[in-house]
């Protein structure tokens, strides 16, 4: 595809419930990296690929928080038990492996906990 | 850590030129300064980066002095489309401790 794509869009989850969220990266890309963003805040970062390995996960918020990338390419995000302070717009990002290249991020996808 | 300061908001009238500054008084000699603009719903876009001077592109400048610990984007005659969330990060790559997005600013474009 031409660029990042995330799917659902919109996840609506009742609190304990789990959750998997998408992450289709640009072809090539072997740099991906998972977001939150809270509302009216700048996106907080959670975790780092480089292919299929996990090179950084500091910024998961908690062990219920799990991120995987089993082939290099498409990433999954999965949030156990689902609580209210969850609630965010989870985005993901791709770039090329060089160090300052650009981050292509996706639309995100708004998960909301009742 | 390296942390830049932005203003939370800022207005402006279409046609007008917009000059964006942030504070990084701690930025590392290997630090790049990069800036992504976010509309609502939407990811943030790789808008301009730059290490020193001046840094030009179809969609913005980028003015950094000699000290490097500022730097302005500069949006040239803006129009309403450009209302979104300015951010400017600082790091010597796109990812580590460093590289944080703060609370942008909020630029508002008024017709």
């Known amino acids: 595809g031409a660029g990042v794509s995330q799917s659902p869009r919109y996840k609506v989850a009742k609190r304990g419930q789990d959750v998997a969220l998408r992450c289709d990266p640009i072809?090539?890309?072997?740099?991906l990296f998972w977001y939150q963003q809270a509302l009216g805040q700048g996106p907080e970062f959670l975790t780092y690929?480089?292919?299929?390995?996990?090179?950084?996960k500091s910024g998961l918020p908690s062990d219920r928080f799990f991120a995987e990338r089993p082939e290099g390419s498409v990433s999954t995000l999965k949030i156990q038990r689902t609580q209210q302070e969850d609630s965010a717009v989870y985005l993901c990002?791709?770039?090329?492996?060089?160090?300052?290249?650009?981050?292509?991020f996706g639309p995100g996808t708004r998960l909301t906990v009742l | 850590l390296a942390k830049t300061t932005q203003p939370i908001s800022m207005d402006s009238y279409e046609g007008q030129e917009v000059n964006i500054t942030c504070s990084h008084n701690?930025?590392?000699?290997?630090?790049?300064i990069t800036w992504y603009q976010q509309f609502p719903s939407q990811g943030p876009r790789f808008i301009i980066q730059?290490?020193?001077t001046k840094v030009t592109n179809e969609v913005a400048s980028l003015f950094i002095p000699a000290d490097r610990k500022s730097s302005t984007l500069s949006l040239p005659r803006v129009s309403l489309s450009d209302t979104a969330v300015y951010y400017c990060?600082?790091?010597?790559?796109?990812?580590?401790?460093?590289?944080?997005f703060g609370p942008g600013t909020r630029l508002s474009v008024l017709p």
């Open positions: 690929f480089q292919n299929e390995a996990q090179l950084d």
């Open positions: 990002a791709s770039s090329l492996p060089r160090g300052r290249d650009t981050q292509y």
């Open positions: 072809s090539g890309h072997v740099s």
């Open positions: 701690n930025i590392a000699t290997n630090d790049y």
């Open positions: 990060l600082v790091g010597e790559g796109n990812y580590g401790q460093n590289f944080v």
């Open positions: 730059g290490y020193k």
